[in-house]
Each structure stands twice: as C-alpha cells, then as structure tokens.
C-alpha cells in the first residue's frame, strides 16, 4: 500500500458529463500529481499542485481541471467528457524536497473511467 | 524535449532466471533521475530501482538492479532469480533534476513461466 488513496476505484458515465475524481497523498506530502494512462497515449502527466498552488502543467485539456485543498486532498474535475478521455488516471505524491533525488513519486491505484 | 524509449513490448522468461529490459532515453540535460516502475494487474504503479545520473554505480535492490550507461543514455533493468510475482508491466521513466514530472516509455510486459 502506496499511502495514496484514490476514490472512486471505477467510474461509468456518458458522453458530456462532468466527473470528479479525489485522491489524498501520503501523510506529510505536499506535491500531488496527476497522471492519465490510456492505450493510445500511454502514461501522461496531467498536472503538479504543491502545497494548495499550481506548480506544473502537462498535456491537460482545457476540459480538465484541478484543485489542491488545504488538507493537501486534490481533486481532478473532468468535464464535456467524451469517449476519448475513457483512461485509468493516477494520482501520485511526494514529499517535494525540490526537485532533489529525495523527491519520489508514490501512486496511488487509480481511477478507472469509461465513457459510454 | 525528453523521451524515453522500450523497445521491448513483451518479454518472457523462466521461473529462476534472468531477464533484462531495455530502455533507451534523449535529454541535452546533465543531471537527471532514471526510474523503473512496476504495474501489476492490480494496476498500482510500484516503484522498483532508481538511479541518479550523477552516480556512476549501477544502483541494486534486492533481485533488482540497472545497468546506467549515460553517455549512451542507456537504462536497462535486471532481475535475477524471477518470480511468479514479477509478472507485471515495467515502465522505465525519466525526470529532470529542474522539473517534478515522470516521462515515461510505453513499457514492457513481462510473463515469467513456471
């Protein structure tokens, strides 16, 4: 167990909906990441919140957006969803001791999204 | 920009054996991280072996270990002794030491007989 914790595990909606996916680092990570993995694409780095601000963008759609709570939980909104964006996407943290060797990444189990 | 190459979309191997998978990246940067993840079916992405480009020794976990070779950007995993529950896809990934995000290759899947 990674410490990270992604919920919902599965998530089936439609075409043009708007989903919410939550993921709460480890105990005393700041830096939470966001990652998209789909068969065409591969692993993708969507986003980086560290400590409540935005740190780094990725390839994230303008549809796409996320937050950093002050208890450090993020949440990935997805919206106008279509059957494109069906992927399993991955939350990670880290303690962020800059961008030193220190600074790994640990996953969580990730969301499974189907659009229908 | 970064990009890290698997060439290797399948590999097999014997239960006790050793395997070796490849992985091949592109930067103009210095210092850097190399990563090796694992991905089980149960689809959680576990850290394996890591290794800093300023180290000249190949970094070792365990069964685990690499094979570094910067100037040829070279970054090949090792498992000696395979096990059932090696059986997973291995993604090889790469981050600057000026930025947080992972690249990643494609991976490789890996089945280990009996």
């Known amino acids: 167990d990674s410490g990270v914790t992604q919920t919902p595990k599965h998530l089936i909606t439609a075409t043009g909906q708007r989903v919410t996916l939550r993921c709460s680092p480890r105990s005393g990570d700041l830096s939470v990441y966001w990652y998209q993995q789909s068969l065409d694409q591969g692993l993708q780095f969507l986003i980086q919140y560290y400590n409540g601000e935005e740190r780094a963008k990725g390839n994230i759609l303008e549809r796409f957006s996320a937050q950093q709570f002050p208890d450090l939980h993020s949440e990935l909104n997805l919206s106008s969803l279509e059957l494109g964006d069906s992927a399993l996407y991955f939350c990670a943290s880290s303690v962020d001791e800059g961008s030193g060797p220190k600074n790994i990444q640990y996953f969580g189990a990730g969301t499974r999204l189907s659009v229908l | 920009a970064q990009t890290v190459t698997q060439s290797q979309p399948e590999m097999s191997v014997q239960e006790a054996e050793t395997v070796t998978l490849s992985c091949t990246y592109d930067?103009?940067?210095?210092?850097?991280?190399l990563f090796w993840y694992k991905q089980p079916p149960s689809r959680q992405m576990i850290l394996v072996i890591r290794q800093e480009a300023y180290k000249q020794q190949n970094a070792t976990e365990n069964r685990f270990s690499v094979n570094f070779q910067k100037a040829a950007k070279s970054f090949s995993l090792k498992i000696s002794d395979s096990q059932l529950g090696d059986a997973a896809m291995y993604f090889c990934a790469y981050r600057s030491a000026r930025t947080d995000k992972l690249i990643f290759g494609t991976g490789t899947r890996l089945q280990v007989f009996p």
């Open positions: 930067t103009s940067e210095s210092d850097y991280y």
